[in-house]
């Protein structure tokens, strides 16, 4: 059902949401003290040099704390950002980036793999789904 209604599960629906905070606070469509804690590793002089900083990865600091450090935004927005295909990182409209995280984010939730997807020019999706063997046609 959560297919046929284009319904994210839950860890998805939470990825979504932290990556569209993460989003919004890179383009300074959020408040300040969220954006302070979304740095690029490249802001960090002694970082220039990691291979990340060349992807454009967010620095996730070291916690102090073993069960509530690693669950703050702090951590888990720069890891969940970080673990996105590049090529979300260059969207630059926020509707544009929300359709192409939440079709990333179905796609890894029902195992599609991204070679099965086929981008129209009239705006849809076309997912061949390997699990149900038909073509289905997702609107963005």
């Not at 569209?20 to 960090?44: I, R």
């Not at 900083?53 to 935004?73: H, K, M, Q």
Request: proline share 6%; net charge neutral; with cysteine.
């Amino acid at each position: 059902m959560h297919d046929a209604l284009h319904w994210l599960p839950i860890r998805q629906h939470v990825d979504f949401k932290l990556c569209v905070t993460v989003f919004n606070s890179l383009h300074n469509l959020a408040p300040n003290y969220l954006s302070t804690m979304c740095q690029l590793v490249t802001e960090n002089p002694s970082h220039q040099h990691l291979r990340s900083a060349a992807c454009g990865d967010l620095a996730v600091p070291e916690t102090c704390t073993i069960r509530y450090g690693p669950r703050s935004f702090t951590v888990t927005g720069p890891s969940t950002w970080n673990s996105l295909p590049a090529f979300l990182s260059y969207c630059h409209l926020p509707s544009a980036f929300r359709c192409e995280l939440k079709t990333e984010l179905f796609a890894r939730a029902f195992f599609i793999s991204t070679h099965d997807r086929f981008h129209c020019k009239s705006g849809q999706t076309l997912t061949l789904s390997t699990h149900h063997h038909h073509i289905h046609h997702e609107l963005l």
